[in-house]
């Protein structure tokens, strides 16, 4: 499937989902229109960062670094996770070319 | 009252292990505005003065979110019919919950939605009943329901919600279903919900004049199948399929009291919205007992749970973990006994009956609606 960000774009979460803590199982959740997901430790870590300022490229950087981790091998995880995550619509991408909603 | 058992147990009493419920949906009215020939209401209704009142509700909601309830869907009839709807949605927002708002759009103004905004709701799913005011007013029973509802779409983009649309399709809008996914676009909604009638209580009493034909079942997945390519990225498409035309059941509720359970205007809590169509089932109510122990140890909730309680040709089924048998409530009404293979599964000795009631059903020359109406008088 071909990804639906590119480098540049800034994801972000919309209006509508919600990242917790689900306090009863003790895991970490997405929740969004009529879906919650069960988030494992690198899918917590990612979508901590989306802040709608930063781009994927400037993330994938950052937790490279973190994780001491090459940036390719990162950047092509992020890029997996989110275009699965824009598919179900519960992330959002703006360009930062054009100041619009481009997903 | 009788106590509760001690242990949970399914209807032959082989012992089973309740998981927890995610989700819950708060049926808190049954009135509408609407008529739909296919309600998912019971067709018995409760009335007004039997409904739980919003203190009652935010009990329930404190509960269900301490039991791990992480999603409420608020519904009806109308939601909007309850004065107290924004008092009702603040407490189960206090509770921690997501707060899906499930409305029909009609009798919500502006400035009431504006109030649900403030009071916490995360999310609306709106219906629609054709794509047309002749159609769309028609099927509801509604005249100028159609006009109401696209003003009402209007808002909640305008406000910012996400917006879920849910188009019911039947045999007499089913070629427009293109045309009800292009609407949604239109409308910006996130995700449509294009879900075929389930032939359960009202719906029931309408089969010759909604049940869709075998070619509209075909026509329905593959227009799904290529709107989900062209529209990926912008718009999620859910799909129910017409079960009656399916070669297995689908896995209602996801496996009987495994992650939903239903609390009806009165208070009484299911493991589903149609549960009630099983005439023997008792159900506890949330005035008498707490969420937990209705959830761990009311018989409603254990009767179907596991699989040891399956009959052939379920029990030997490699999969009887997927689909968990199908929908109970539908092996009652075909079958007689809430324990038989869902009829509408290749592998029931039913199936052939079901089928050829379904093709005669969708060949009725039949158009007028029973509407979902309450009894006149109390």
């Known amino acids: 499937m071909d990804p639906l960000i590119a480098s540049e774009d800034i994801p972000y979460l919309p209006r509508g989902v919600r990242l917790e803590d689900d306090r009863v199982r003790g895991i970490r959740v997405l929740q969004a229109p009529e879906r919650a997901m069960q988030l494992d430790a690198i899918g917590d870590a990612i979508l901590s960062e989306l802040d709608g300022q930063r781009s994927m490229a400037a993330i994938a950087s950052d937790l490279a670094t973190r994780y001491q981790a090459p940036e390719d091998q990162i950047t092509g995880d992020i890029r997996d996770f989110l275009t699965g995550l824009i598919e179900r619509r519960m992330v959002f991408v703006k360009s930062p070319r054009v100041n619009e909603v481009s997903a | ?378």
């Open chain 2, 1 to 378: 009252m009788k106590d509760l058992p001690a242990q949970p147990r399914d209807l032959d009493g082989n012992p089973v292990t309740p998981g927890l419920p995610m989700a819950m949906l708060a049926e808190i009215t049954h009135r509408c505005p609407l008529a739909c020939p296919y309600c998912s209401n019971p067709v018995e209704l409760t009335r007004s003065q039997a409904e739980l009142p919003a203190e009652d509700w935010a009990r329930v909601f404190r509960e269900a979110a301490d039991l791990g309830v992480l999603q409420v869907h608020i519904s009806g009839g109308e939601p909007g019919a309850r004065r107290d709807l924004a008092q009702i949605v603040e407490s189960a927002s206090a509770a921690g919950l997501y707060v899906n708002l499930i409305t029909s759009g009609i009798g919500i103004t502006r400035q009431r939605l504006e109030e649900l905004d403030r009071k916490g709701v995360d999310h609306v799913q709106l219906s629609l009943q054709g794509i047309r005011p002749d159609m769309a007013d028609r099927i509801s029973g509604h005249p100028g329901s159609w006009d109401k509802k696209m003003g009402f779409a209007g808002w909640v983009t305008e406000i910012g919600f996400p917006l879920t649309i849910n188009a019911v399709v039947h045999r007499q809008n089913m070629e427009r279903l293109p045309d009800m996914i292009e609407l949604a676009e239109t409308l910006g909604a996130r995700r449509i919900e294009v879900a075929t009638v389930q032939f359960h209580g009202w719906a029931d009493l309408n089969r010759k004049a909604l049940m869709p034909t075998r070619e509209q079942a075909v026509f329905a997945r593959q227009v799904v199948n290529e709107a989900r390519i062209r529209l990926r990225g912008r718009m999620v498409i859910d799909y129910v399929p017409a079960d009656h035309h399916a070669v297995y059941p689908k896995a209602c509720m996801g496996g009987w009291g495994s992650t939903g359970l239903n609390v009806a205007p009165d208070g009484s809590v299911l493991p589903c919205h149609a549960a009630g169509s099983i005439g023997w089932m008792r159900f506890e109510n949330i005035r008498d007992r707490s969420l937990s122990d209705i959830w761990h140890l009311s018989e409603a909730f254990n009767a179907f749970r596991g699989t040891d309680w399956m009959a052939e040709p379920c029990r030997s089924c490699e999969r009887k973990n997927m689909d968990f048998g199908g929908c109970r409530c539908q092996a009652m009404a075909i079958a007689g006994d809430a324990r038989a293979t869902d009829p509408v599964c290749s592998k029931s000795p039913l199936h052939a009956q079901v089928i050829a009631r379904a093709e005669e059903d969708a060949g009725a020359d039949m158009a007028e609606l029973i509407y979902r109406r309450m009894k006149k008088g109390g």
